[in-house]
């Protein structure tokens, strides 16, 4: 039997197509149809309510909020750190690439408890941020430091195999050329990787606005001033409000879905640039 | 987030206007944020009773209150105030965990003191909540042991709930003619066999047993357990209530170390003296709490049952009890084995 993997007969194509498909819906299209029907129970103006309702919105100011401050950090840092990779050969290369990855395997549970053993008030720089009114943990710098660390990877991650594949040679030749750093970096590097940025970004993005565990370690659950949208929502369906808490549940799914059609563009456009390297 | 109340221009201004506002009230209304760190069920009495205190205590003060609610286990919210959040006031399930506060120096020692009845403004006690008809036919703690009877109880190690749910039950053991140590520890191992899933609040514990359809009676809060019944419907649960119970003091506190920081201990103490008052008597008792005062309790006589119940003090105090049951190496780590 010599067959190669693309000569499967039609009935176990059949079936794989089938179950493929099987899956798909039971496990992403039946959990979403619930979330908007149960948001709609009372038809649209019971979600537009939920959603103007003073802590609701104030979620969403969070949210949007975290994000604003942790995906641009995360893009400049991850793009600093990609070039850094990509460009340069050195000893603990990749241990640093490793580091980078790092916040992908540890839980986010833990990803939360680290900052409050730092800067809880019992630990390692509790003390000294207490005696100068300094609040990290449960504000909004702890939710963003929270963020920043699990959304960390997916910039540089998206951006490393990209740039190895260009090369330097473009970015050598400007240098060549006579053009600055900041030249360089403007009129070719960014240009070449620009697609591939943005979809770390929108990813980066993505992770950073679902985000529960890591903040919810951190977040207080102080209503109406610590609570992002994912904690909002886990609260309103433990008060027993349905609506509130799948109208939220709602935007975040629809957050999603922007996501994943920008995606769908952006990965088109990338494999037309990068000849399917992603 | 919530910053200091008084910014400092205000702070000034009130400073200089303290001599004038000594002959004619207050100069300068100030805006008040306070934190109050509670336990899961209270969501909805601490909605109600913030509602109310801030126009009694704008007209008593000239402040304009704002009070912040955060909610979750018990436990995991005194761990919280521990690494910092900064919480004006603490109302707790259970004295346990405010003693773990005042250990640390963020609360006074004697605070079980500085208010009455044990500092806890309101009291609950453990009850059985049931399926429509009570098809197990579950009368009393011994029933509970029955073949094929789920339990649904929180997880004593982080829900304070279910540390009173614990003690109910021990209580009952303990109260059996010719009861032992040993024949009260068996009790509790065989009913924690019919435990199927520990949930870390009282909150998950409920949506266990009402949302996702788990076991056959649901160990709860008396108030949890009302909530429940007008939350999903009179006649789809029944409460039950056991022969022997026990008689839970949700503590409330100042957080000393907070309120002496923020300058707003004033606002702290009239908000736990609130809910000593007529006023906010009644809306615990509205919310399924039972009030300390007894002429609110009377206008709602018919909806808590007296039934005999033991106290903490039959423990030896929350010290004495949290020792000898939920610390490492307790009761409830001998007679629990998870996962079988």
Known sequence: MNRSATQESRSVQAVLIVLTIGLLVAFLLLPLVVVFTQALKDGLAGVLDALSQPDALAAIRLTLLVAAISVPLNAACGLAAAWCVSRFQFRGRNLLITLIELPFSVSPVISGLVWVLLFGASGWFGPFLSQHGIRIIFAVPGLVLATVFVTFPYVARTLIPLMEQQGSAEEEAALTLGAGLWQMLWHVTLPNIGWGLLYGVLLCNARAMGEFGAVAVVSGHIRGQTMTMPLQVEALFNDYDWIGAFSIAGLLALLALVTLVFKAILEWRLERRSGGLL | ?340
């Open chain 2, 1 to 340: 987030m919530h910053r200091s109340h008084l910014t400092r221009r205000t702070a000034l201004a009130a400073l200089a206007a303290a001599p004038l506002a000594v002959a004619s009230h207050r100069a300068h209304a100030a805006d008040v944020t306070l934190l109050n760190v509670s336990y899961d069920p209270t969501r909805e009495l601490y909605r109600a009773i913030n509602r109310a205190f801030t126009p009694v205590y704008q007209k008593q003060s000239g402040d304009r209150v704002t009070i912040n609610q955060s909610h979750g286990g018990s436990g995991a919210q005194t761990r919280a105030v521990l690494d910092g959040l900064e919480a004006d006031v603490v109302t707790l399930a259970l004295g346990a965990d405010i003693d773990a506060l005042a250990k640390r120096g963020l609360v006074a020692a004697d605070w079980q003191k500085r208010l009455p009845d044990n500092a806890s403004p309101y009291t609950s006690t453990i009850v059985f909540l049931v399926r429509k008809g009570n098809p197990k036919g579950l009368k009393d703690w011994s029933d509970l042991l029955k073949p094929g009877v789920a339990v649904i109880t929180p997880n004593p190690k982080t829900s304070g709930g279910a540390r009173w749910n614990f003690l109910a039950a021990l209580a009952w053991a303990k109260a059996q003619p010719g009861a032992t140590d040993a024949s009260a520890e068996d009790y509790m191992r065989a009913l924690f066999r019919q435990v199927p899933v520990l949930d870390t609040g009282a909150r998950g514990a409920t949506n266990s047993f009402v949302q996702r359809g788990l076991g056959d009676v649901l160990l709860a809060w008396e108030n949890e357990a009302w909530l429940a019944r007008k939350e999903f419907g009179a006649d789809e649960y029944a409460i039950v209530y056991p022969s022997v119970s026990i008689l839970a003091e949700p503590p409330v506190s100042v957080v000393d170390s907070v309120v002496d920081k923020r300058g707003t201990r004033a606002v702290a103490e009239a908000y736990l003296k609130f809910l000593y008052s007529p006023e906010g008597q009644d809306i615990a008792a509205k919310n399924f709490y039972r009030p300390r005062d007894a002429t609110v309790l009377a206008r709602y006589a018919e909806r808590y049952p007296a039934i005999k119940m033991v106290t903490i003090e039959d423990f030896g105090g929350w010290p004495t009890a949290q020792a000898a049951n939920f610390s490492d190496g307790g009761l409830f780590d001998r007679i629990f084995t998870p996962g079988k």
